[in-house]
């Protein structure tokens, strides 16, 4: 697993062959979002709830 931090909220995950890139703004989003296979915006707002209770991976 690799994290790359940019400050803020803007960060990179590179984990299992994955990358995941949360809240691409305020810098050059084309350069952070380069290859990513996820991304999430404005901090995962429009996301769904998880139920911890039953989520496994």
Same mark, same amino acid.
């Given at each position: 697993?690799?994290?790359?931090?940019?400050?803020?909220?803007? #960060?990179?995950?590179?984990?299992?062959?994955?990358?995941? #890139?949360?809240?691409?703004?305020?810098?050059?989003?084309?350069?952070? #979002?380069?290859? +990513?296979?996820? #991304?999430?915006?404005?901090?995962?707002?429009?996301?769904?709830?998880?139920?911890? +209770?039953?989520?496994?991976?």
């Amino acid at each position: 697993m690799k994290l790359i931090w940019f400050g803020g909220t803007m #960060v990179r995950i590179h984990i299992g062959g994955v990358i995941l #890139v949360l809240d691409p703004a305020g810098i050059d989003g084309a350069e952070l #979002v380069s290859g +990513a296979d996820i #991304v999430v915006s404005d901090c995962g707002a429009a996301l769904l709830p998880v139920d911890t +209770a039953v989520w496994r991976l």
